[in-house]
Every structure is written in structure tokens, then in C-alpha cells.
């Protein structure tokens, strides 16, 4: 259904992808498979040409495509924005998929065995350290979690605690009247967000960031 794709070689042809169809060809019996010929000149572009028709592929979990995109940069000395260009995703999704292999080997393996889904790993991923993200992956595993509760998860590890006498006495007319706004805002984006006003009606939204790459995917969001 779909031709491998190869180069001209010498007297031969060198495959630049499509080893697992050849394989099953050779397997079945089959002599002759289509193909496509391109031109390829260094083996830098031939690997760049074999990682991106891999990346294309649906059967790719989302570690393999992390490898993937790893693999253009540091192979092919190509940035995140060329990649993005290059298989039609935005630098944002480049950069989540990446920022994946952050993740400590026990939950990227769990990926990788379909225990958790991209969505999950994406809200382990916000969390700033490794124990955190092993503890809420182990309850994810566990108890079977939906992807809402994994992120509703992290958004309550990414919350600072801070108990004082003052904050003891609080009833709920003292709660900001922002903490529905605030509410609404948390699940969309991710990160904490902060809602500051004033009795004339001028005031600030802050919304929190992490590192680089969690910066791009809010800013994403926003310009949406």
C-alpha cells in the first residue's frame, strides 16, 4: 500500500526506509515491491528522509517519536522550528513530544507499553521533579486514571501549601473573588494561575511558567 522509498547506489539500490515491509515481503514470497527513488547524496539526508517517513507513520507511540525528533536534532543539526516544518506540526508539538524523554525511564516505558497515554505523560511532564511524577504515575497505573484526573493531579502537586494562623481563620467570605475565574482558567492551561484586582476594576492575570518549552506550549494556547 505504501512503496518503500531508496537510492541509487553504485550498480544497486540502498533502502532509506521501509525495512519492516521488505522484510515482510521477503517473508511472503514477494520479489518485486514499488518503490520510490530519490535522490539522495550524503547520509545525513538519507537518515533525515528514513526519521521523517517513520515519523509519519500511526503505529509510532509517542516515545518513538520523541526518539525521532531527538534524533533530527542531533543527527541532522536541525532546530525545532526546521522540524516542525519539515512533518507539518507546529514547534509546540515538537517540543512536547521532547520533552517527553525528560521523563524518568519507568514511566516512558510505561508509555511505550500503552500503560499511560500521551495525555497522561503530558501532565506528569509539567511536574518539577522526578519523585512527584513517579509517585502520580504509580496512582495513574493503579487505579486505571483518566487523563482529567492525571492533570487535575499535577495541578494540585504544583500548588504551593502554606499554613499560618491567619490562613486557619479563613471562612469563605474571605476567598478571592477571582477564585472562580481562576478556577476556570488552572485546567486549561496547565500551571498556577494568579488573579489580582482592584475596587476601581484595573488588575493582572499572571500565569505561571516553567521552563522554556512550557512557556511555548502556553503561549500557544493563548494564541489560539
Excluded at 528522509?49 to 536534532?73: F, K, V
Excluded at 522550528?81 to 513530544?97: E, L, M, W, Y
Excluded at 513517579?134 to 502554606?162: F, S
Aim: with cysteine; hydrophobic share 35%; net charge positive.
Amino acid at each position: 500500500m505504501q512503496p518503500v522509498t531508496v537510492r541509487r547506489h553504485e550498480e544497486n539500490y540502498q533502502l532509506i526506509s521501509g525495512e519492516r515491509r521488505v522484510r515482510a515481503c521477503q517473508e511472503a514470497g514477494i520479489t518485486h515491491v514499488p518503490a520510490y527513488i530519490r535522490k539522495v547524496e550524503t547520509v545525513e539526508e538519507m537518515i533525515e528522509l528514513a526519521l521523517i517517513e517513520n515519523i509519519q507513520r500511526e503505529t509510532l507511540n509517542p516515545i518513538e517519536i520523541a526518539q525521532s525528533y531527538r534524533r533530527l536534532m542531533d543527527e541532522c543539526n536541525h532546530t525545532q522550528d526546521q522540524i516542525a516544518n519539515k512533518v507539518g506540526k507546529s514547534r509546540a508539538t515538537v517540543a512536547n513530544f521532547v520533552r517527553l524523554l525528560r521523563l524518568p525511564r519507568d514511566i516512558q516505558d510505561s508509555i511505550q507499553k500503552n500503560e499511560i497515554s500521551y495525555g497522561h505523560a503530558r501532565a506528569l511532564i509539567n511536574l518539577p521533579d522526578a519523585n512527584i511524577q513517579l509517585r502520580i504515575w504509580k496512582k495513574i497505573v493503579r487505579e486505571g486514571l483518566p487523563v482529567r484526573m492525571a492533570e487535575e493531579l499535577a495541578r494540585e502537586a504544583m500548588q504551593p501549601v502554606t499554613l499560618t494562623k491567619k490562613s486557619k481563620k479563613k471562612t469563605a467570605d474571605d476567598s478571592s473573588p477571582f477564585e472562580a475565574v481562576i478556577t476556570r482558567l488552572r485546567p486549561i492551561y496547565g500551571t498556577k494561575i494568579e488573579v489580582t484586582g482592584n475596587k476601581a476594576g484595573k488588575g493582572a492575570i499572571t500565569i505561571e511558567y516553567y521552563n522554556h518549552d512550557d512557556f511555548e506550549r502556553i503561549l500557544e494556547l493563548l494564541l489560539r
